[in-house]
């Protein structure tokens, strides 16, 4: 039997960057050859009914053992984040991990900066080299489930339902689920393993939203431009003057959301912005679309009709879902007792695939992989993390009785 580790390390090898301004899906074809690699890996371990549809969807079954059991899923995504390149990424293995700054590249991962990392003294942490990301998010959640797979269909001693995995792509840009069918899946109910540090556990996330933001001005040579250039980037800068200047990721925690702008290019001529917008209500989110369309309209009555404001729904709150079957969580939660791990039960300020699957009927919480820092340099995992999740997994599936 291979260890997680040993799968982790070898699926961050594969570049499964998604692209959000890809009109295909998948989005890149990348993801579809990790799949086809996947789909080896599930036939090793003993999977059944292996199958990767035309959208890169790769689901497999691991047959039940006994009766009296739901018939639970686990999914997690294949693409890694389109922000930082995921492209020969080269794992550092730090073991016996002493507290002290971690050299990754000309770049130090430093307890002083963050914290967490003191949380592990005596671990195996695996790091980026810092040129890339690490991909933890979400190879890690992939590695658990196929480890924890293969010691369920190696010791058919345990009893357990018909258990359902999926990888999906392009869950990073938001597509995650896009197509992805439920009733043919087949379970009852499924957790992703997406998330952070070791104990999260969660039913609540983000309602999200995204708005794309172009801006066209009026480009002159600038020795001739008084009082007829219009400079699409310095008003790109007093629209995002307009929101609130609080309201930023780097300014929120816990239940308060943010307008985040990660993208912003452009010349003279046009200047484009992208924000993702993030709330934990459904009146919050509102509010900041209004927000963002009162922004552009003060832009347009200054400078006449030049900003073009796109904003589109990207997913829901699950805990709408979830509050109605909480047994899902009392499942998890159990399986968390037993393998002496305590649950952090609080907010994703984020979003998972799970997210979408809940309100498409497949009641999805949200489960830790160990990953740190996620979508960028500073990324990284612990190994004792990634064991414990496979613990649980194989814990959720002795739990998950009727």
Do not use: W
């Amino acid at each position: 039997m291979k260890t997680v580790l040993e799968r982790f390390l070898k699926y961050v090898s594969f570049d499964t960057q998604s692209d959000e301004n890809s009109e295909k899906f998948p989005s890149t074809d990348t993801q579809l050859d990790f799949g086809k690699m996947l789909m080896k890996e599930l036939e090793e371990i003993g999977a059944k009914n292996i199958n990767q549809d035309k959208y890169g969807y790769v689901t497999a079954t691991v047959p039940a053992t006994a009766d009296g059991y739901y018939k639970v899923g686990f999914i997690a995504h294949m693409d890694t984040s389109p922000d930082v390149s995921g492209k020969n990424v080269s794992p550092q293995i730090i073991e016996n991990y002493d507290g002290k700054d971690i050299k990754i590249g000309s770049k130090i991962l430093s307890p002083a900066e963050f914290k967490e990392l003191s949380n592990y003294l005596g671990q195996t942490i695996i790091t980026t080299d810092g040129t890339t990301l690490l991909g933890a998010d979400d190879k890690a959640g992939i590695a658990e489930i196929i480890t924890a797979m293969e010691y369920i269909i190696n010791h058919p001693e345990i009893p357990h339902g018909e258990i359902k995995i999926a990888f999906t792509p392009d869950e990073e840009i938001g597509k995650g689920v896009d197509f992805f069918d439920v009733k043919s899946f087949g379970s009852d109910f499924a957790y992703t393993f997406d998330g952070g540090k070791i104990g999260e556990l969660e039913y609540e996330n983000f309602n999200a939203a995204r708005a794309k933001i172009t801006i066209n001005g009026k480009n002159v040579h600038p020795g001739y431009a008084k009082d007829v250039m219009v400079n699409a980037c310095l008003i790109g800068t007093k629209f995002a003057q307009l929101l609130p200047q609080e309201e930023r990721p780097s300014r929120t925690e816990g239940y308060e959301g943010f307008y985040h702008l990660n993208h912003f290019s452009g010349t003279v001529e046009e200047c484009k912005l992208t924000y993702i917008l993030r709330d934990f209500t459904k009146e919050g989110i509102e509010k900041r679309k209004e927000t963002m369309q009162k922004a552009a309209n003060t832009i347009n009555a200054t400078y006449g009709n030049i900003v073009s404001l796109e904003i589109y729904d990207e997913y829901s709150n699950m805990a709408e879902i979830i509050k109605e079957n909480m047994f899902v969580m009392d499942i998890a939660k159990k399986a968390f007792e037993n393998t002496s791990v305590a649950p952090i039960i609080q907010p994703i300020r984020g979003g998972t695939d799970g997210a979408r699957l809940s309100f498409m009927g497949l009641p999805c919480p949200n489960i830790f992989a160990g990953g740190h820092n996620f979508h960028g340099l500073y990324e990284f995992v612990p190994k004792e993390s990634m064991e414990k999740a496979v613990e649980i997994i194989i814990e959720i599936c002795k739990e998950a009785k009727k």
